[in-house]
T-cell receptor
Framework: DTEVTQTPKHLVMGMTNKKSLKCEQH?????MYWYKQKAKKPPELMFV???????INESVPSRFSPECPNSSLLNLHLHALQPEDSALYLC?????????????FGSGTRLTVV | ELKVEQNPLFLSMQEGKNYTIYCNYS?????LYWYRQDPGKSLESLFV???NGAVKQEGRLMASLDTKARLSTLHITAAVHDLSATYFC???????????WGAGTKLIIKP
């Protein structure tokens, strides 16, 4: 299995809603990432989990809350988002620290905040 | 601050032609990645370059890394329409998980 699976593929939510994005990988990767990508821009790192511990939080607003229940799963909980949070949210994984390995990206969740 | 500059940012070319995308970066690194992204889709890893002089080839694409010049190139040979996409280079600094991305090169190949 060489895939990162993300659900849902599309999500429309109101500014008062609470929703979650889910990500799963079964490649034995020990680092997992959340990225945000706006149109015509490179992805921006949001969070990194290494061995299920939060390693990096790139000053992301608290309305985004990550969770890593186990080594295969990564969630992103969304609450009280703003229209400017509309973007493609990408999950990725890699072997782990110091391994010099590429990120394998999921297909993404296209999020629209109304 | 590490900066990664790609050029050109936009490239429109005819099928059958050759061209090169350049990726310059501003600090020492020996880990550089090339990704492809189709419109509205996710990122696909193309090449991992991990040492000075590294050269990787896949089909009509060839990537190289010169760590002394802090330059990577992605060369397209005899372009075909299916290679139309946006190509990103990304440089990894230390082991802190940070990838510094180029702005991307949007490549359009006309039949």
């Amino acid at each position: 299995d060489t895939e990162v699976t993300q659900t849902p593929k599309h999500l429309v939510m109101g500014m008062t809603n609470k929703k979650s994005l889910k990500c799963e990988q079964h490649m034995g990767h020990r680092a997992m990432y959340w990225y945000k990508q706006k149109a015509k821009k490179p992805p921006e790192l949001m969070f990194v989990y290494s061995y299920e511990k939060l390693s990096i939080n790139e000053s992301v607003p608290s309305r985004f809350s990550p969770e890593c229940p186990n080594s295969s799963l990564l969630n992103l909980h969304l609450h009280a988002l703003q229209p400017e949070d509309s973007a493609l949210y990408l999950c990725a994984s890699s072997l782990g620290p110091g391994t010099r390995s590429p990120r394998t990206f999921g297909s993404g969740t296209r999020l629209t905040v109304v | 601050e590490l900066k990664v500059e790609q050029n050109p940012l936009f490239l429109s070319m005819q099928e059958g032609k050759n061209y090169t995308i350049y990726c310059n970066y501003s600090t020492t690194s020996d880990r550089l990645y090339w990704y492809r992204q189709d419109p509205g889709k996710s990122l696909e890893s193309l090449f991992v370059l991990l040492s000075n002089g590294a050269v990787k080839q896949e089909g009509r694409l060839m990537a190289s890394l010169d760590t002394k010049a802090r330059l990577s190139t992605l060369h397209i040979t005899a372009a075909v329409h299916d290679l139309s996409a946006t190509y990103f280079c990304a440089v990894e600094v230390d082991s802190n998980y940070q990838l510094i991305w180029g702005a991307g090169t949007k490549l359009i190949i006309k039949p």
